[in-house]
């Protein structure tokens, strides 16, 4: 399907043309026009399937046809810092030749960023994207006016959800105009989502879209290892291909490890960065850039990267340990084999993840060669689930001793 088949207006149409925006994926193809006819709608779709446009195109082209009234139109809630930056470049690339405005609002920055933030809200720029916690800080000091709110919209809900914000957005929710559109979008569907998605939307329309599998072009391997061993494996995997690599990301579940981990490298004469939410935004933000221009080639990172950042050329993705969701697996190794290209991902099993790992088997429908320790490891454990130790009871025999009643 042609994106003109939707009927935007010029203006948005123009910038479509520009960025060379011709055929709507799945997800457009199904969202547009139930947004178009100002149904709520809740929608499962993973990150890369196109979602961001599924949902900006139709706010934007209702915007170019409507008359503003110097309110805030739009409210896009996302996860990350990282996330709403995103949405707002491609926002500001569809909008090109319109007259549509939009503001990111996040916090770790300076007082002069949350000054600029209190304007956008006050002087109502057309779409503001926000993380929950910077927005219910604005909202505190009541000078947004949320009557002109017409559309709330939110971006990767599960992650929000696991990020402990549930209570965040219902509050949010609560301060905006109860005739609005919502739109929920989540890469997965737990039975927490289906209860906010209760208490916020009205009647909506529903789409669900089967995770994508892995992209062709991205080989997997898999090594059972101790956790002791790992620092030393990540070290020995990147000596053996760091020269050939330009971009490596390593995901670690806690910063501690992270940590660990870059300065392993480090030490090692393998220059590598780390990525994780202890870092303030400057950091954070001179990190990606310093990663995207090859200025480092080897990213240590938490869960903060795994969804919503696009960094086009990784050739090799480590999963330091299994994912706890196998749809998480599937969105940290999205990272590389994008747009044609191949890749590579290597993920770390303790004997404790196998049952988790073979969940990742089940989804992706493939199983995934497990390779041998390199030399000088010691013996892995093997692949296979771990059987419960049955507990042996202990009889406490004084207290089945009957007591002695004497005789009256």
Not at 98 to 107: A, F, K, V, W
Not at 137 to 157: M, P, Q, R, W
Not at 171 to 198: C, D, G, H, V
Not at 284 to 310: C, H, M, P, W, Y
């Amino acid at each position: 399907m042609k994106f003109t088949t939707f009927n935007f207006g010029n203006e948005l149409q123009d910038g479509l043309d520009m960025m060379g925006f011709e055929d709507a994926t799945p997800i457009q193809q199904q969202a547009i026009p139930i947004i178009q006819k100002d149904n709520d709608l809740i929608a499962c779709a993973q990150t890369g399937t196109g979602k961001t446009a599924a949902f900006v195109l139709p706010i934007l082209d209702k915007l170019t046809k409507t008359k503003q009234n110097n309110k805030v139109n739009t409210i896009i809630i996302a996860p990350t810092r990282e996330l709403a930056k995103q949405i707002d470049r491609q926002i500001e690339g569809f909008s090109y030749f319109t007259n549509s405005s939009s503001y990111p609002i996040y916090g770790g920055g300076t007082g002069i960023e949350f000054d600029n933030q209190k304007q956008a809200l006050k002087k109502g720029a057309d779409i503001i994207i926000c993380t929950p916690g910077r927005l219910l800080a604005h909202l505190d000091f009541n000078y947004f006016d949320t009557s002109g709110v017409k559309h709330f919209i939110l971006d990767e809900a599960d992650r929000m959800l696991d990020m402990g914000f549930y209570d965040d957005i219902m509050k949010i929710a609560s301060e905006l105009p109860k005739e609005r559109q919502n739109l929920l979008f989540s890469a997965t569907m737990p039975p927490k989502i289906r209860e906010l998605a209760n208490n916020i939307l009205k009647n909506p329309e529903s789409i669900s879209l089967a995770i994508s599998k892995p992209a062709e072009g991205l080989t997997q391997y898999a090594y059972m290892t101790h956790d002791s061993q790992k620092v030393k494996l990540v070290r020995e995997i990147l000596k053996g291909k760091g020269k050939d690599l330009s971009h490596v990301l390593v995901f670690a579940s806690s910063i501690k490890s992270v940590r660990e981990i870059k300065k392993t490298l480090n030490k090692a004469g393998m220059k590598s960065s780390e990525m994780h939410s202890g870092l303030d935004q400057e950091q954070r933000e001179q990190t990606i850039r310093d990663f995207k221009n090859k200025r480092i080639k080897i990213l240590v990172a938490t869960d903060i990267l795994s969804r919503g950042i696009d960094i086009k050329g990784i050739e090799l993705v480590i999963n330091y340990e299994v994912p706890h969701d196998a749809e998480d697996y599937v969105h940290r190794i999205g990272r590389t084999a994008r747009a044609d290209r191949t890749g590579e991902a290597i993920t770390f099993i303790n004997p404790k993840q196998v049952k988790n790992f073979m969940e990742i088997e089940k989804l992706i429908e493939k199983e995934i060669t497990k390779l041998d320790l390199p030399n000088g490891f010691e013996k892995a454990p093997e692949y296979k689930l771990l059987t419960k130790k049955k507990k042996k009871r202990k009889w406490n025999n004084k207290k089945f001793k009957k007591k002695h009643i004497s005789p009256k």
